[in-house]
């Protein structure tokens, strides 16, 4: 008896780290980074296989470090549900940590990834400007930014699978100020992003400037 148990504890063993590894996989065509901020971290899973060019350009600002050190700066929450509503965050207004934007706006309706609970998706001033560095994530559902005849919608490129309750969080931050679109949803005490990184694949920097830093190591 004895014995069998010594033997069926190697197996259990075995069993659990392979299903940890499984876990640990990647879904086919899916690119995880993980977001670290002040206020807690959250993983994403970018889909690369139907928004190609938006991952890779996202990717390249991860990949870069040009995300390290920016901020979530907007949370804007639903009048009548204020638990849902969208964070915004990214390089903001920095020249210095800018790349050029992607070759083409991938929209919803050509990449059939909607704006659901937990979606990440480019935030743009207009349709040539699809990958400015900046992004916001939805809690809840967000139709409005899908693409529809006669606009061109928002480009979403992949969702959380880990974290939502950080984004939440964020979601919950005081906010005022701004103006227009974003009067009232500017985050009183920005949330820092410390670090995004991805955890699959291998990095492929730019190789491009990185101009902010110069004014850190002095």
């Known amino acids: 008896m004895l014995r069998r148990l010594s033997l069926l504890v190697p197996l259990l063993t075995l069993a659990a780290s392979g299903s940890a590894v499984a876990q640990s996989r990647p879904e086919a065509g899916k690119v995880r980074v993980r977001i670290t901020t002040s206020d807690g971290a959250f993983v994403l899973a970018l889909d690369a296989r139907h928004a190609p060019k938006t991952t890779a350009r996202f990717l390249q600002y991860v990949d870069d470090g040009r995300l390290d050190g920016t901020r979530f700066y907007r949370a804007a929450r639903s009048r009548l549900r204020p638990r849902i509503g969208f964070i915004q965050g990214g390089i903001g207004t920095d020249a210095r940590r800018i790349l050029p934007p992607p070759d083409a706006h991938e929209p919803t309706n050509r990449t059939g990834i909607r704006h659901l609970d937990g979606t990440i998706?480019?935030?743009?001033?207009?349709?040539?400007?699809?990958?400015?560095?900046?992004?916001?994530?939805?809690?809840?559902?967000?139709?409005?930014?899908?693409?529809?005849?006669?606009?061109?919608?928002?480009?979403?490129?992949?969702?959380?699978?880990?974290?939502?309750?950080?984004?939440?969080?964020?979601?919950?931050?005081?906010?005022?100020?701004?103006?227009?679109?974003?009067?009232?949803?500017?985050?009183?005490?920005?949330?820092?992003?410390?670090?995004?990184?991805?955890?699959?694949?291998?990095?492929?920097?730019?190789?491009?400037?990185?101009?902010?830093?110069?004014?850190?190591?002095?």
């Open 121 to 218: 998706s480019m935030a743009r001033r207009t349709v040539n400007d699809p990958a400015g560095g900046n992004f916001f994530v939805t809690v809840g559902p967000a139709p409005q930014f899908d693409a529809r005849p006669g606009y061109s919608g928002y480009p979403a490129f992949g969702r959380v699978v880990e974290g939502m309750a950080t984004v939440r969080r964020i979601l919950a931050e005081p906010s005022g100020g701004g103006s227009e679109a974003m009067k009232g949803q500017m985050i009183l005490h920005p949330v820092r992003i410390l670090r995004a990184q991805r955890i699959d694949g291998t990095p492929r920097p730019t190789g491009a400037p990185k101009t902010w830093q110069l004014l850190q190591r002095r």
